[in-house]
C-alpha cells in the first residue's frame, strides 16, 4: 500500500492592517462606504441624549462637537432610516468626516 501525506490545510491569516490617520482622512473623503461607516461609528459615541436631541452636551472628546452635532446626526438618522443620503449630503458628510480620523483611529485600535 502506498500512503501518501498531505500538509494539513490551514486557512490563510489575513495581514493585520496599520491603519494611519492620514489613510484615514484619504478614505473618509473620498470613500461612500468608509465615510458612511466612520459618521456611524461616531454617532454612536453620541450619549443617548445628545442623539436624541441633535446636539452636544456632553464636553468628552467622543462624539461630534457642537459644530457638527446637528447635521451629522439628522444624516446618521436619516441613513438608519433610509439607508441612504442624498448626494449633497454625501458631500457634506465628506468634507467634515475627515476631522475625525483621530477619533476613528482610536476606536479602531481600541483606545476608545
Known amino acids: 500500500m ?3 501525506l498531505e ?3 490551514t486557512p490563510t491569516a489575513k ?5 494611519t490617520k492620514e489613510f484615514i482622512k484619504e478614505k473618509l473623503a473620498t470613500d461612500e462606504r468608509w465615510a458612511m461607516r466612520g459618521l456611524m461609528r461616531i454617532f454612536e459615541f453620541q450619549t443617548s441624549q445628545e442623539q436624541s436631541v441633535d446636539q452636544t452636551v456632553e464636553q468628552n472628546n467622543v462624539g461630534f462637537p457642537h ?3 446637528e447635521i451629522f446626526s439628522s444624516f446618521a438618522k436619516q441613513y438608519q432610516q433610509r439607508g441612504y443620503l442624498s ?5 457634506i458628510v465628506h468634507r467634515g468626516m475627515p ?11 481600541g483606545k476608545q
Not at 495581514?15 to 491603519?19: A, L, N, R, S, T
Not at 448626494?87 to 458631500?91: D, F, L, T
Open 2 to 4: 502506498n500512503a501518501t
Open 7 to 9: 500538509a494539513p490545510v
Open 15 to 19: 495581514p493585520v492592517v496599520k491603519y
Open 67 to 69: 459644530c457638527h452635532a
Open 87 to 91: 448626494p449633497k449630503q454625501m458631500a
Open 99 to 109: 476631522r475625525y480620523a483621530s477619533q476613528l483611529l482610536r476606536i479602531i485600535e
